[in-house]
């Protein structure tokens, strides 16, 4: 089982539809969670993060955490072309070290 | 500088050349990270530096890689006898606490070992 696993892409939404993206985690003592994103053959750049169970909404973002679960998902609404991109899980481990999903490609259509 | 600085942006060397990768990070961030990232995969953790210490280097591959962060500030990431399947992208991040808090990405240096 991989640490962190993410649901496989690309996910094709059309604009201004709910961009819904899952990750689950395998380390139960990883204490928060960050969302990224990464355009292609740009550095990630960070959208989000989450340390509670619970939903964190920011702007059109919101992060949901289920610990119990090991479940964390973003969502995307009102989704725009400009939020095309890959889309990259990372839970923090105890260690400090960010441990990345594969990523899910998000692509929004006109 | 407002963000994490990287150089160089792009380099080709040799099979067998050693290179070294710098890394400028957020004026007065404790943490320091390097992650390496192949095509179409999420970046993979290499080592991290809190302050000039070296707390985790289990992502280095092999004994060619060596890190550096002598004055807890600017880190440099060498490659020795670089090999094919060391062609990635090499991304530092820095983060203002210790572990745990959010991680700030600098562009990456795109290493092709011909």
């Known amino acids: 089982q991989k640490e962190v696993e993410q649901n496989s892409g690309p996910l094709s939404v059309p604009e201004g539809a709910i961009a819904s993206l899952n990750c689950t985690y395998s380390?139960?003592?990883?204490?928060?969670f960050f969302w990224y994103r990464q355009y292609s053959g740009k550095s990630p750049e960070l959208i989000m993060f989450i340390y509670s169970n619970g939903d964190k909404e920011d702007g059109r973002f919101t992060a949901q955490l289920n610990k119990a679960s090991q479940y964390v998902s973003l969502l995307i609404r009102d989704s725009q072309p400009s939020d095309s991109a890959t889309y990259l899980c990372?839970?923090?481990?105890?260690?400090?070290?960010?441990?990345f999903g594969q990523g899910t490609e998000l692509s929004v259509k006109p | 500088g407002a963000g994490v600085s990287q150089s160089p942006r792009y380099k080709v060397a040799k099979r067998g050349q050693d290179v070294a990768l710098r890394c400028d990070p957020i004026s007065g961030h404790v943490s320091l990270f390097w992650y390496q990232q192949a095509l179409g995969q999420g970046p993979e953790f290499l080592t991290y530096?809190?302050?000039?210490?070296?707390?985790?280097k289990s992502g280095l591959p092999s004994d060619r890689f060596f890190a550096e962060r002598p004055e807890g500030s600017v880190s440099t990431l060498k490659i020795q006898r670089t090999q094919q399947e060391d062609s990635a992208v090499y991304l530092c991040?820095?983060?203002?606490?210790?572990?745990?808090?959010?991680?700030?990405f600098g562009d990456g240096t795109r290493l092709s070992i011909l």
């Open positions: 990372a839970p923090n481990n105890q260690g400090g070290k960010l441990i």
């Open positions: 380390d139960r003592g990883s204490q928060s």
């Open positions: 991040a820095s983060s203002l606490g210790g572990r745990g808090g959010p991680q700030h």
């Open positions: 530096f809190q302050n000039e210490a070296q707390l985790d």
